[in-house]
């Protein structure tokens, strides 16, 4: 889908910000996606690499049908190359490994497992967008929900495509989008695509939910977080749920431990004083700033505990103490 014939067999994929140029026999920067003969070919489509039933708590997705579970996807593949990654030995994998496992398949075992929605996850969603498209149209027809677990490297193009089946999406910064850091631990040289994929999505009300990975040594500097919250806040809304997340070690990058909680809380204060209602700590457990607060009187209206929520105090999308409206899809 979403790709050009440019000549001489030469073709041009317009799925991600990349829009790769692909020679005959060549594979974009996601090494998913072939060209044969001047067709390109998704070589992923139907093979998940991991799946499994998780609580939609995990993607992070706050104000989503809380308290549900979100059958889980993935295939392998990515289009950043995170020196970080937590999930490298999927992302970053050049074989074509998976299990054969169809759409169809997939909305069977979501109904069967109890879960709500069909979260396209793991590794970048975008460029298994076929697949997730398939079986995001058949899961809207078994009456479940789609959410992208995405870095937000996506054309308008593909949004415009999914749109309709895409119901909410967790849009995933690192180094709270400094383009330093974007440049020497992601390889990616231009955030811009991510910007206006949120824009876009935010013009197709798929519902929004923003995180930030605080990477020590590099992608923990205080400006440019300051710079995307007030972003999130100006361009997509005082609403918009915002996680805080702490990194810790992983792949290449092991010579830095995690940050510290004070330095997150002190993150959070700051993006309260900007304005954003509801912003969130995680990966440090049983914090106090897992839940979700009522923005005028305060009380705790959906309490977790890690990914489990043990307690709604919400009437519709509304506090159950004060009335309030919470931006939240029950
Ligand atoms: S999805 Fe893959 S082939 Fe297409 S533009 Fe992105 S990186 Fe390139």
Not at 187 to 214: C, G, H, S, W
Not at 242 to 262: A, E, M, N, W
Not at 272 to 290: C, D, P, R, W
Request: hydrophobic share 35%.
């Amino acid at each position: 889908m979403l790709y050009e014939k440019l000549g001489s067999d030469v073709v041009k994929c317009n799925l991600c910000g990349w829009r790769c140029t692909i020679q005959p026999g060549k594979r974009g920067v996601c090494s998913v996606r072939e060209n044969r003969g001047g067709t390109l070919y998704s070589l992923v489509y139907g093979k998940a690499c991991s799946y499994a039933v998780d609580p939609i708590e995990k993607k992070p997705l706050y104000h989503f049908h809380p308290g549900t579970t979100a059958f889980s996807v993935a295939t392998v593949g990515c289009n950043f190359r995170c020196i970080f990654c937590d999930n490298w030995s999927i992302s970053q994998e050049k074989e074509i490994t998976g299990e054969n496992l169809p759409p169809e398949s997939i909305v069977a075992m979501a109904k069967a497992t109890g879960c709500r929605s069909v979260s396209y996850t793991y590794t970048e969603p975008t460029i298994f967008f076929e697949y997730a498209y398939d079986t995001a149209k058949l899961a809207h027809r078994e009456g479940l929900y789609n959410t992208f677990v995405t870095n937000g490297y996506m054309t308008p193009e593909a949004i415009d495509t999914i749109d309709g089946y895409l119901d909410a999406a967790t849009v995933d910064f690192k180094g709270s989008g400094d383009p330093n850091f974007y440049r020497n631990f992601c390889k990616v040289t231009n955030l811009e695509p991510v910007y206006q994929a949120l824009a876009e999505m935010k013009r197709k009300k798929i519902f929004i939910e923003i995180t930030d990975l605080i990477v020590t040594g590099g992608g923990d500097a205080k400006e440019p977080f300051i710079k995307l919250v007030e972003w999130i806040h100006d361009e997509l809304g005082e609403g918009t749920p915002f996680h805080i997340l702490r990194f810790f070690p992983s792949y290449k990058y092991d010579g830095h431990g995690p940050p510290t909680v004070s330095y997150l809380e002190e993150l959070w204060q700051a993006s309260k004083e900007i304005g954003l209602k509801y912003v969130y700590l995680g990966n440090v457990m049983s914090h106090k700033y897992e839940n979700t607060y009522c923005p005028r009187c305060g009380k705790n209206v959906i309490d977790r505990s890690g990914f489990e929520v043990t307690s709604i105090n919400l009437k519709g999308g509304n506090c159950a103490f004060c009335g309030e409206g919470i931006n939240v899809v029950v």
